[in-house]
């Protein structure tokens, strides 16, 4: 799974190697999963 690092927003790969979620590069715990760019549905009105 893709996550970034929020402090130094680096991309982090977490895979079950590893027993928790922290950064490899600054060591903070707070990771968030990358999403792609938020797409806008249109819904017809009736």
């Known amino acids: 799974?893709?996550?970034?690092?929020?402090?130094?927003?680096?991309?982090?790969?977490?895979?079950?190697?590893h027993q928790g979620a922290r950064c490899p590069y600054c060591g903070f715990r707070a990771l968030r999963k990358e999403?792609?760019?938020?797409?806008?549905?249109?819904?017809k009105a009736e």
């Open 35 to 43: 999403r792609p760019e938020e797409v806008v549905k249109k819904v």
């Open 1 to 17: 799974m893709g996550y970034y690092c929020l402090r130094c927003k680096r991309s982090v790969e977490i895979t079950n190697e």
